[in-house]
C-alpha cells in the first residue's frame, strides 16, 4: 500500500467520523431504523463522490484512455443517485409516519442497486473502449508494417550506383500511395501486407548488384504497386 493511497483511505475514514458525529448531534431524535438508514445513505453518497474525485479521473499512462469512456456514466450515475436518494432521505424525515422505515429501505435498496449497476456499465465501456483502441492499433500495425518496409527500401537506396532513373522515383511513389490505405483487419489485408513486406525485402536484397537484377528489380516494383493498389481497396467489414 502506498503512501498516497494510505492518505486517501485516512480522509476517507475522516469524513466518515464526521459524518457519523453530526447525525448523532442532528439527528438523533428519528427513530432508531431510520437513523441508520439516513445515515447508510449519506455515508454511500459521501464516499461515492470521494472516491470519484480522489481517484485519477483519466491515466496519462494509459494509451488507450479508456477512463474517459466511462466518465459520463460515472458522474451521471452518482450525481442522480445523490439526488434521488437525498429526495427520498428528505421526504422520509417529515412523513416517515406514513413512508414508513421498511418502505424507505427497500427504494434505498433499489436506488444502491442501481449505482452498483452503473459501476459495473462504467467498467464494460472502459474495457470496451480499450478493446477497441487495440483492435485500430493491431489494424494499424499492417499498414505501417508496410510503411517502414518502403522506408527501409528508401534508405537502402542511398549510395547504390548503376540503378535505373526510374526506381527511385517509382519507390517515393510506394510511399505516396501508403498513405492513403486505411486499417483493415481482414485476412486479405494481412495477407497482402505480409506479401508487400516479403517483396520489398527481397528488392532490397537484390540491390546488392543492381545491374544484374535490374529487370529482377523492375518486375517487383511492378508487384509492389500493385499490391499496394489492391490494398487501397480493402476495406474492414
Known amino acids: 500500500m502506498t503512501?498516497?493511497?494510505?492518505?486517501?483511505?485516512?480522509?476517507?475514514?475522516?469524513?466518515?467520523?464526521?459524518?457519523?458525529?453530526?447525525?448523532?448531534?442532528?439527528l438523533a431524535w428519528l427513530p432508531s431504523s431510520l437513523f441508520w438508514l439516513d445515515l447508510i445513505v449519506v455515508s454511500v453518497i459521501s464516499w461515492s463522490c470521494y472516491l470519484a474525485i480522489s481517484n485519477p479521473w483519466i491515466d496519462l499512462d494509459d494509451r488507450t484512455q479508456k477512463q474517459v469512456g466511462g466518465l459520463a456514466i460515472k458522474w451521471s450515475s452518482i450525481w442522480y443517485y445523490t439526488v434521488a436518494a437525498g429526495v427520498v432521505a428528505i421526504a422520509g424525515l417529515f412523513t416517515y409516519q406514513y413512508f414508513t422505515p421498511a418502505l424507505q429501505w427497500v427504494v434505498q435498496l433499489l436506488l444502491a442497486l442501481l449505482l452498483i449497476s452503473?459501476?459495473?456499465?462504467?467498467?464494460?465501456?472502459?474495457?470496451?473502449?480499450?478493446?477497441?483502441?487495440?483492435?485500430?492499433?493491431?489494424?494499424?500495425?499492417?499498414?505501417?508494417?508496410?510503411?517502414?518496409?518502403?522506408?527501409r527500401l528508401r534508405?537502402?537506396?542511398?549510395?547504390?550506383?548503376?540503378?535505373?532513373?526510374?526506381?527511385?522515383?517509382?519507390?517515393?511513389?510506394?510511399?505516396?500511395?501508403?498513405?492513403?490505405?486505411?486499417?483493415?483487419?481482414?485476412?486479405?489485408?494481412?495477407?497482402v501486407e505480409r506479401q508487400y513486406s516479403a517483396l520489398v525485402n527481397d528488392i532490397i536484397h537484390a540491390l546488392a548488384d543492381p545491374e544484374v537484377n535490374a529487370d529482377r528489380i523492375d518486375v517487383s516494383l511492378q508487384r509492389a504497386a500493385r499490391l499496394v493498389e489492391r490494398r487501397k481497396k480493402i476495406y474492414s467489414t
Not at 485516512?10 to 453530526?22: A, C, E, W
Not at 465501456?125 to 508494417?145: H, I, L, N, P, R
Open 118 to 151: 452503473s459501476f459495473f456499465i462504467t467498467r464494460m465501456t472502459e474495457s470496451k473502449v480499450a478493446d477497441v483502441y487495440c483492435e485500430q492499433q493491431e489494424m494499424a500495425g499492417g499498414v505501417a508494417s508496410m510503411a517502414r518496409s518502403t522506408e
Open 155 to 191: 534508405d537502402a537506396l542511398i549510395g547504390v550506383s548503376g540503378l535505373r532513373p526510374d526506381v527511385e522515383p517509382r519507390v517515393g511513389q510506394l510511399e505516396a500511395e501508403i498513405r492513403f490505405i486505411s486499417p483493415a483487419n481482414t485476412a486479405e489485408a494481412a495477407e
Open 3 to 26: 503512501t498516497k493511497t494510505l492518505i486517501r483511505i485516512l480522509l476517507g475514514l475522516g469524513f466518515q467520523v464526521l459524518i457519523v458525529v453530526l447525525f448523532v448531534l442532528l
